[in-house]
């Protein structure tokens, strides 16, 4: 809020080169910079592959947002559930755009805080156990292709998706529960990884660009001590064939 009690304005929170951007929900918007990693459709279907389970725990379960970037999953969550969401993120500038961006929405740590700090740090176990925990983690290993000045965004520099298994087991609670996103040709290497933290994959669906294609993504739920037993869940398509979102992700970005 501003001293005389009014709402935060963008005008008031933005940087230079900086953005504001509509996350079609309740009126929440959230703070970006083109010249960082944004966010896209992969961290709006992965909020709502989340949403099980969400919507209907109790208002004193914990979520932790792990390697949050823009905080667009944290905001998307906490906007559909009103959990309390903990967003971690390495990199100081984009806490700085997490936390404006509760300014902006009117919100305070009760609703989405903020933790500047490395997943894989073991000091983390101060912020206690987590229910649930998500994450949309760098897809691409560091020796592929050209690394951009968002390679930590995109490319696996300062962690792989062993060490965000690591990192989420550390968080989580027996039983409790993550929900990541990960390219489906890299598939075997993310249940791997989380079957060697003690996470054991219960849930997958795989995602296709539209109707025919090769699946792009795997949607995966992982729960910490649980035993064997996968349930694989019909594609998603995001595109029907006259290149318009199909029912299902419609709703997504308009419930």
């Given amino acids: 809020m501003t001293e005389d ?5 963008a005008v008031d929170l933005l940087f230079e080169g ?4 509509d996350l079609q929900l309740r009126g929440l918007k959230l703070i970006q910079s083109p010249a960082a990693f944004c966010f896209g459709t992969d961290s709006v279907l992965l909020a709502h592959f989340a949403l099980e389970g969400l919507r209907k725990a109790s208002g004193k379960s914990r979520v932790a947002d792990l390697g949050a970037g ?4 944290s905001f998307l969550i906490h906007g559909r559930t009103s959990l309390s969401v903990t967003a971690i993120e390495i ?3 984009a806490c700085s755009r997490i936390g404006r ?5 009117g919100l305070d740590e009760s609703a989405v805080a903020v933790v500047n700090a490395d997943i894989r740090d ?3 176990s101060r912020l206690g156990k987590f229910d649930y925990a998500v994450c949309n983690p760098p897809y691409f290993s560091k020796t592929c292709g050209k690394i951009s000045a968002n390679g930590a965004a995109t490319h696996e520099l300062s962690t792989d998706i062993a060490g965000v298994a690591k990192a989420a087991a550390q968080l989580l609670r027996f039983g409790g529960r993550l929900d990541i996103c990960f390219p489906a040709e890299r598939l075997s290497e993310a249940f791997c990884a989380l079957s060697s933290a003690g996470l054991e994959p219960k849930k997958l669906r795989l995602v296709q660009t539209k109707p025919g294609a ?10 910490r001590g649980a035993k064997p037993g996968l349930i694989a869940e019909a594609n998603l398509v995001i595109t029907g064939a006259d290149g318009k979102y199909t029912e299902e992700v419609e709703k997504y970005y308009n419930e």
């Fill in 5 to 9: 009690g009014g709402k935060n304005t």
């Fill in 18 to 21: 900086e953005r504001v951007d």
């Fill in 70 to 73: 823009s905080g667009a999953l």
């Fill in 91 to 93: 990199d100081e500038a």
């Fill in 101 to 105: 961006s509760c300014l902006l929405n």
């Fill in 122 to 124: 073991t000091s983390l």
């Fill in 214 to 223: 090769r699946p792009y993504l795997a949607l995966i739920r992982a729960n």
